[in-house]
């Protein structure tokens, strides 16, 4: 089974503002093409791959801040 993640970082610029120097965000897609787990026979109580995610598609949200 295949899920497609995808995600960016950004810096931000630095002198714009004392509160922004130095921070970097990153975003995310996990699962972009939305794709339903495989079925695992294996797995009695729902018989889905227990790599998958039962969410399918979420996105992210990382802001990082250096001192």
Not at 41 to 64: F, G
Request: glycine share 6%; no cysteine; hydrophobic share 40%.
């Amino acid at each position: 089974q295949h899920f497609h993640d995808a995600f960016l970082s950004y810096g931000l610029p630095d002198g714009r503002h004392w509160l922004l120097d130095g921070t970097t965000l990153f975003v995310g897609v996990k699962n972009v093409f939305n794709t339903w787990p495989a079925m695992d026979a294996r797995d009695s109580s729902y018989y889905a791959s227990p790599h998958a995610n039962w969410r399918l598609r979420s996105y992210w949200l990382n802001v990082r801040k250096q001192l």
